[in-house]
């Protein structure tokens, strides 16, 4: 089976537009949303105008495995110890380079307290104003499949993934705190591989103890040679850096990480890493990646008595 590829002109455009240092990404990410916020025809080739329907069906249908919005009352968090719950807590998910925010605002119209997180100042801006004209809709949807209507709160921060101001500053007030679900599309995709082991560190270190990280797998499709964003991924760049957090890794000559599942899994490190829950193949998913993608489920390691 095809899969349908990015027009080449944005593909080229993306990997042309990010040829500086590593440093200089994070500038450059802004770059594009300051040209978008003044452009009546804004590139944002990434964006496709609403959530993953994979991720909505994860959210919807594997409760299973995530628990649902509401968390046991005897598990306390003092930010969110909602009056509106009678003494249950709602628990928090976050979405790093949240975009526009379609996922924060499905997560929140579900029942989560959501928060989005951009590097960037108007792209931060977008997501407000896209909350403000759709939030209603999101949850309309919600109570219309059986769902709260109540819905959570969204909370949209601007701020560097890698740094902990952006949890202090905000309404968090916390460098330590800690997320109940975590949901990654195409962040760890955007990053230049260099980065991948510093991912995988912050993603562990900000999921909490009994929280899921939920990976949409992409672009599986696309040959790592090609350079990015985004980059091309396989299952395994993702096994060996959640299982090996903070590690640099050795590469092969296709762009993937050296060794297979089995192998990355065994040197896992236990105290850092995470491991994979379950792994299926999306049934629904944006049409750039049908055929492909794939959604992972990770937790912490699992302690042993």
């Known amino acids: 089976m095809s899969t ?24 450059l990410w802004s770059q594009i949303w300051d040209k978008a916020a003044t452009s009546s025809d804004p590139w944002l080739p990434w964006d496709r105008l609403g959530p993953n329907p994979a991720f909505i069906d994860t959210l919807t249908k594997r409760q299973d495995l995530l628990g649902g919005p509401i968390e046991d009352p005897s598990i306390q968090n003092s930010v969110h110890d909602r009056g509106d719950l009678a003494g249950q807590r709602r628990r928090t998910a976050l979405v790093p380079g949240c975009g526009k925010g379609y996922d924060v605002l499905l997560l929140a119209s579900l029942g989560y307290d959501a928060y989005g997180l951009e590097v960037s100042e108007k792209a931060m801006e977008a997501a407000v104003r896209n909350a403000a004209e759709t939030y209603d809709r999101y949850k309309d949807e919600s109570a219309g499949e059986g769902k709260s209507d109540a819905g959570g709160r969204y909370t949209f921060i601007c701020g560097d993934f890698f740094d902990d101001a952006w949890l202090v500053d905000s309404a968090l007030n916390d ?12 962040f760890f995709c955007a990053l230049p591989p260099e980065l991948r082991p510093k991912w995988a560190t912050r993603q562990a270190g900000l999921l ?35 299982s090996r957090p903070g590690e640099v890794l050795k590469y092969d000559e296709k762009g993937y990480p050296d060794g297979t599942e089995e192998e990355f899994v065994k040197g896992r490190n236990d105290e850092k890493g995470l491991e994979r829950v379950e792994r299926w193949k999306a049934e629904r998913t944006h049409k750039i990646g049908e055929g492909t993608d794939h959604v992972s489920v990770w937790k912490h390691v699992s302690k042993t008595a």
Request: hydrophobic share 30%; with cysteine.
């Open 175 to 186: 460098k330590d705190f800690k997320f109940d679900l975590i949901y990654d599309y195409t």
């Open 208 to 242: 909490a103890q009994e929280g899921r990280l939920v990976c949409l797998e992409f672009p599986l499709y696309k040959d790592p040679k090609i350079g990015g964003p985004p980059f091309g991924m396989n299952a395994e760049a993702y096994v060996a850096h959640l």
């Open 4 to 27: 349908p590829a990015p027009p080449p002109d944005d593909r080229n455009r993306l990997r042309d537009h990010f040829t500086a240092p590593t440093s200089e990404h994070t500038k």
